[in-house]
């Protein structure tokens, strides 16, 4: 029973110290979470870097708890407490240190959330000022002073293309134009197709003031075309013919000396170029026969004057002087032509012409008026065709509605 008695005791007072070691102990740990808890409170009024020192210190404290910690345990050993109660007692104390570390690490996480919420609470009022920004109206822009009126610019004639209009006088440099008299038709009463001729010629632009020409037809230009047939030229019996320029195939009974027996050498000089008014020089060196071979100098001024850009007055005055064979009939000749154009269109023109001509020699005697009419159409840019129909002789001395001619015109320009 002593025995029991003894042990029981033993017991009793080993139960009374654990108890008062483990008391001892949790105030002992429950100091260095207050001061944590004091340090947070601190560092809670604190900005950016206050936070950075307080989680230092916070650091700090958990060490010195530790510390401390250990340094009770170690105690705690060497007094002796080796018991179960002790370790449990030793492990109940390390689960309060994990909760006061948790406790410790959610409020330094607080600690830097203050700072988070400041910053979105700047980026959502940047974004609202934005919002705002965008919807307000925008401001009225600066009235811009009204552009000066631009003058409206002149229209092309319509009749550009279209002899009559617009169309320059001479060939552009290294401009070729194949044109002429193209088929010329005796129509005089008797002599019907006698004779029968084709008086082609070439043109060519060597530059934009100079044009030489090959005639066949006296020196016809697409602006003034006429039918080469020579009305009256009196044969050796005393009697008048026409005869044909160029190449004629109808033969000497039939208005044809020869096949052919004529030819020309052009020019045409740009001499004063105005805004209504174009002159050029004409001057040619022709032959009028073969046989006998009557040369012949020809002067002449080609002229335009525009009166609308749709009518257009045309005039080729020229002398011609007799070189040889002056008495086979080649003497010196005047001839007046004008041409009246208007442009109906861009690509038709139509015009009436007239014309004063004769020998020297006797004018008024042998003086003849022609009557003639006739049109151009462009079909393109190169190719032009046209009709001449003509009274040779209408008012003029024994004139009459007897001597008449067809010409066809086929004129192509590259």
């Given at each position: 029973m002593a025995a029991r008695t003894a042990g029981a005791k033993v017991a009793a007072a080993l139960a009374i110290a654990a108890v008062a070691w483990s008391g001892t102990t949790s105030v002992a740990l429950a100091q260095p979470a207050?001061?944590?808890?004091?340090?947070?409170?601190?560092?809670?009024?604190?900005?950016d870097a206050g936070a950075k020192d307080g989680a230092k210190k916070d650091a700090g404290a958990k060490s010195a708890g530790t510390k401390d910690a250990g340094a009770k345990d170690a105690g705690a050993k060497s007094a002796g407490a080796k018991d179960a109660g002790a370790k449990s007692a030793g492990a109940k104390d390390a689960g309060a240190k994990s909760a006061g570390a948790k406790d410790l690490g959610k409020k330094d996480a607080g600690k830097g959330s203050p700072g988070a919420k400041d910053a979105g609470k700047k980026a959502a009022g940047d974004d609202a000022d934005r919002a705002v920004m965008s919807s307000a109206p925008p401001e009225p822009a600066e009235p811009v002073a009204p552009a000066e009126p631009v003058e409206p610019v002149a229209a092309a004639a319509p009749a550009e293309l279209a002899f009559g209009g617009q169309r320059p006088l001479l060939l552009e440099k290294g401009k070729l134009l194949v044109a002429g008299s193209t088929l010329n038709v005796n129509l005089t009463s008797g002599d019907i197709l006698q004779p029968l001729s084709l008086a082609p010629s070439v043109w060519y632009g060597v530059n934009q003031k100079l044009e030489l020409g090959l005639t066949h037809d006296g020196g016809t230009t697409p602006?003034?075309?006429?039918?080469?047939?020579?009305?009256?030229?009196?044969?050796?019996?005393?009697?008048?013919?026409?005869?044909?320029?160029?190449?004629?195939?109808?033969g000497a009974r039939n208005g044809c000396k020869r096949v052919y027996d004529n030819v020309g050498v052009d020019g045409l000089y740009m001499v004063k170029q105005k805004a209504k008014l174009d002159l050029a020089a004409h001057p040619a060196l022709e032959a009028s026969s073969f046989s006998p071979f009557g040369l012949r100098l020809r002067l002449g001024v080609l002229g335009r004057y525009?009166?609308?850009?749709?009518l257009s007055?045309?005039?080729?005055?020229r002398l011609s002087f007799g070189l040889s064979a002056r008495d086979s009939g080649n003497i010196e000749r005047i001839d007046l032509p004008a041409w009246g154009w208007l442009a109906v269109n861009a690509k038709l023109g139509v015009y009436l012409h007239t014309a004063i001509a004769g020998q020297l020699d006797g004018f008024f005697?042998?003086?003849?008026?022609?009557?003639?009419?006739?049109?151009?159409?462009?079909?393109?840019?190169?190719?032009?065709?046209?009709?001449?129909?003509s009274f040779m002789n209408l008012i003029g001395a024994a004139g009459g509605v007897s001597e008449r001619a067809l010409g066809l015109r086929v004129a192509y320009e590259r």
């Open positions: 207050r001061a944590a808890k004091d340090a947070g409170k601190k560092n809670a009024g604190v900005k602006w003034t075309p006429r039918p080469a047939i020579i009305p009256g030229l009196i044969d050796a019996m005393g009697n008048a013919h026409a005869s044909g320029g160029g190449i004629c195939f109808v525009r009166l609308h850009p749709r007055v045309v005039f080729d005055p005697n042998v003086v003849t008026i022609p009557v003639q009419v006739g049109a151009s159409y462009r079909l393109d840019a190169k190719l032009t065709v046209g009709g001449d129909f």
